[in-house]
């Protein structure tokens, strides 16, 4: 069985870090392109940032450009989030995703539609 697990998320003061896990099992990260998405409340899902499956290139949303930084420990088959001045607006659930297919390379890291595994999630709030 595929499956996703991030944790990590929790409360903290605006200009403050948190580091989010995504545990892959049934799956070697190696072989896709991965990405973090958020969903605050009320609000549509939006793209954070990519990794792509050779690790040689990251994306990320201008709003978490420079603050956020991806990355993965292949031999931990893992994909992390570490988010840097943290503020109120990032507060959402931040969930992983995995591309729908491996070795893949795309035009285009910041559509959902292309990721076909998804975490539950993790919540991060941001007090002001």
């Known amino acids: 069985q595929v499956r996703l697990v991030e944790s990590g998320g929790g409360l903290v003061q605006a200009g403050g870090s948190l580091r989010l896990s995504c545990v892959a099992s049934?799956?070697?990260?190696?072989?896709?392109?991965m990405g973090w998405f958020r969903q605050a409340p009320g609000k549509e899902r939006e793209f954070v940032a990519a990794l792509t499956w050779s690790g040689e290139r990251t994306y990320y949303a201008d709003s978490v450009q420079g603050r956020f930084t991806i990355s993965r420990d292949a031999a931990k088959n893992t994909l992390y989030l570490q988010m840097s001045n943290l503020k109120p607006e990032d507060t959402a659930v931040y969930s992983c995703a995995l591309d729908e297919e491996g070795y893949r390379y795309r035009s285009n890291y910041y559509n959902s539609r292309n990721y076909a595994l998804w975490g539950q999630g993790t919540q991060v709030t941001v007090s002001s």
């Open positions: 049934g799956r070697t990260l190696r072989a896709y392109n």
